[in-house]
């Protein structure tokens, strides 16, 4: 592993870069070059087409199509600015063979330039899909050629590349064949790796995409393009692989506090629990304790379903922070959720002589003051809270490790501030969304990931069910036997993303009519527009079972713990994202009875909702719903949460596991044995782009 790190020295890597930058292009030409992404020679040879236009033939006018593209010769008529109502630029051409064939060509934005072209009597080769329209026959913005006597029809298909206003398809591909030929299209796989992995050769696989071969149709290029279009999202998926695993070492290459213990106060706490831990989290635990005493900072990811009990492995971690003399936070993305952590690690800390300071934004300034001064000064070593952890005037003397729970809620800002609060901390990142199996591979590549795969025992599993609306009197009768029989319930109140407003009026309405319907039982209400304190107060009623029934909008959806609740209600589920709902689900089950989830859905479902719904009853392994998930919406809501600081896929497809496999192997191949081969293959997919790769 250890010439992962070996990285070239910054100055060589921008004289390479800078070597191969586009030559001779003025400054307007480079600035829309750049809005493509193209800033060098390789980004233009890697510049492929979007489809290809059969210019190879001239169709006679008589027998154009209606809607389907082809190339024509004529002879300009007539050429005219109207308004129409707008000003735009109407010729009218015939057909050079057969004059009787006429057609307009029209422009609506054009340049001086095509008027020009345009002029009567000019010979021109137009492109573009006919209409009838309401002036006749017409082609709306055709190609146009100028014809020059000598100059024969293309033998092959016209590329055609995506591009930005103002640069057309001619300019882009003269400086795509430019670029093609001042690069030497070297393999950057090795022979052997080729051979083996049945790939094209790197220049044939570019060749055949920029220059299709002569006498291919339209529906043919197609099927003789796969393989090069196969290479090419190989080799990007191994630069990105190649780019991640470098990022992963280059952060192993820096310093981080030594956090070996002596097991003091972790042992004290484990011997303290009511429970033990299970097998998965005692792995992770050893794993998490592993990296801690390792001299480069953690990057880790703990998975671990709702419910299995991720908390005390990050308690764990804190402890282990504070016998190393060092500091550490969590942090939490509600309120709600901060408290309720706060709460847990007090009641585990403070029999072991550790203290907690609790900061969220609702606090009074005296308190905050206080607690922020005694972080500063390593009197108080551990701190819970909301992004309030993350204002300027929360310091830490020593900061050893930063946690943050449900990571994917928080922007990759907020987790670097966390971060940035010490030099070079540990990180741990807790998760109950998995992460699929291809991002893991691909986006993740540069975490550890440890997983927590089994839940406590003495869970009863959640039995889920499905209600239709009209059904209504029943679910609640079944709440009411429930809270009658000493257990209690979660009532959540439907999503109404276009209005807060609306949804809390629901919520409001909702608590009335359960109170109405569920005489003697005691209702709690808690929503999102609550002061801190209220939610707080709302949420400490409903853990002494004080609150039977608490109506709720989604400000329950993540982390919040009472084991009595063993019923969960949820309103128009159908609105529900999966995860969300899952998450929700993951409320009840904690304790030994039975619980039960009850999706209530209202009117007609829209074939996704019925989709989701089913995939929520038939499933309750969160990594099983989170497969099904991502094949329902594809990758870019789980990337979302990662966004910046990764590369974007260009041509990959993040569906083709087994290719995702194959260049992962291949990267790690190219590291371990061809390391120069590794560089410039990176230079390549992603030469002037080395920021990309700070993680
Ligand atoms: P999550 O992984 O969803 O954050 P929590 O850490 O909130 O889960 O744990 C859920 C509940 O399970 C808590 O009440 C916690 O105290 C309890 N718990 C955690 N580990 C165990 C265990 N090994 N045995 C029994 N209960 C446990
Ligand atoms: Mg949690």
Redo the contacts with the bound molecule.
């Keep these: 592993m250890a010439h992962w790190s070996r990285r070239m020295p910054s100055s060589l890597l921008t004289e390479v870069s800078n070597a191969r930058r586009i030559a001779g292009i003025g400054p307007a030409l480079k600035e829309k070059l750049a809005r493509l992404g193209l800033r060098t020679d390789d980004d233009l040879v890697l510049h492929f087409p979007l489809r290809y236009e059969d210019e190879t033939y001239i169709t006679p006018l008589a027998e154009a199509q209606p809607g389907v593209a082809a190339q024509f010769e004529v002879e300009v008529i007539s050429t005219e600015i109207a308004f129409r109502p707008r000003r735009q630029l109407i010729s009218r051409v015939r057909d050079v063979a057969e004059s009787s064939s006429e057609l307009m060509l029209r422009f609506l934005n054009f340049y001086p330039s095509q008027q020009k072209m345009l002029a009567q009597g000019a010979r021109l080769r137009v492109y573009g899909e006919v209409r009838r329209g309401f002036f006749g026959d017409e082609i709306v913005h055709p190609r146009c050629t100028p014809v020059r006597d000598g100059i024969p029809l293309p033998a092959s298909l016209t590329p055609v590349y995506p591009t930005t206003a103002g640069l057309g398809q001619g300019i882009l591909r003269r400086h795509i064949e430019a670029a093609l030929a001042r690069t030497e299209l070297i393999d950057t796989l090795p022979r052997a790796l080729v051979v083996q992995q049945e790939l094209l050769e790197f220049s044939i696989a570019v060749d055949l995409l920029h220059h299709p071969p002569p006498a291919l149709s339209v529906d043919a290029i197609q099927r003789v393009t796969r393989l090069a279009w196969q290479r090419v999202r190989f080799d990007e998926l191994v630069a990105q692989q190649i780019s991640m695993r470098r990022a992963y070492a280059a952060r192993r290459t820096c310093g981080a506090p030594l956090i070996s213990s002596d097991g003091r106060l972790t042992n004290a706490l484990l011997k303290q629990l009511p429970?033990?831990?299970?097998a998965a989290?005692q792995r992770v635990w050893r794993e998490i304790a592993a990296d801690l005493a390792q001299p480069h900072p953690m990057q880790r990811l703990l998975q671990?379903d709702?419910?299995?009990?991720?908390?005390?492995v990050a308690a764990l971690a804190m402890l282990q922070t504070v016998e190393a003399g060092y500091q550490s936070a969590l942090m939490a993305p509600t309120e709600i959720l901060a408290e309720q952590h706060y709460r847990k690690l007090a009641a585990w800390m403070e029999p072991l002589g550790q203290r907690i300071a609790w900061l969220s934004g609702s606090q009074k300034k005296r308190e905050r003051t206080t607690l922020t001064a005694a972080l500063a000064n390593r009197e108080i070593m551990m701190a819970v809270g909301t992004h309030a952890l993350l204002e300027d005037d929360v310091s830490f003397s020593r900061f050893g490790l930063a946690i943050v729970d449900e990571q994917h809620r928080f922007g990759v800002h907020q987790r670097l501030a966390l971060k940035r609060k010490g030099e070079a901390p540990h990180q741990l990142t807790m998760s109950?969304t998995p992460i699929p199996r291809t991002l893991a591979m691909t986006f993740y590549a540069d975490l550890d990931v440890s997983v927590i795969d089994a839940l406590?025992?003495?869970r009863t599993p959640v039995t889920t069910r499905l209600a239709a609306e009209t059904r209504r009197a029943e679910v609640i009768a079944r709440v009411r036997d429930n809270c009658l029989a000493g257990r209690q319930a979660y009532w959540v109140c439907p999503l109404i993303e276009e209005s807060e407003t609306l949804q809390l009026k629901t919520a409001e309405e909702t608590y009335a009519q359960l109170l109405a319907d569920l005489p003697g039982l005691r209702i709690g209400l808690v929503h999102g527009r609550l002061k801190p304190a209220e939610k707080a107060a709302v949420m400490a009623s409903f853990v002494r079972n004080e609150v039977q029934v608490l109506v709720a909008t989604t400000v329950i959806e993540v982390?919040v713990?009472v084991?009595n609740a063993s019923v969960m209600v949820i309103e128009n589920a159908e609105r529900f994202g999966l995860a969300q709902l899952h998450q929700l689900r993951?409320r009840v089950g904690?304790g030994a009875a039975e619980s039960a989830c009850v999706l209530l859905y209202g009117g007609a479902l829209s074939e996704t909702a019925r989709q989701r719904l089913k995939i929520i009853y038939e499933n309750s392994d969160g990594f099983e719903i989170a497969r099904q998930d991502l094949a329902l919406r594809g990758p870019g809501e789980f990337i979302g949460a990662r966004q910046s600081g990764v590369p974007l896929l260009r041509y990959a497809n993040l569906d083709d596991t087994e290719l995702v496999e194959r260049a992962r192997d291949a990267a790690e191949l190219l590291l371990r044995d061809h390391p120069e081969l590794a560089e410039r293959h990176l230079q390549r997919w992603l030469g002037g782009r080395e920021d990309l790769l700070k993680a």
């Design positions: 429970f033990t831990l299970t989290q671990g709702v419910g299995s009990g991720k908390t005390i109950a406590p025992p003495g982390g713990d084991p993951g904690r």
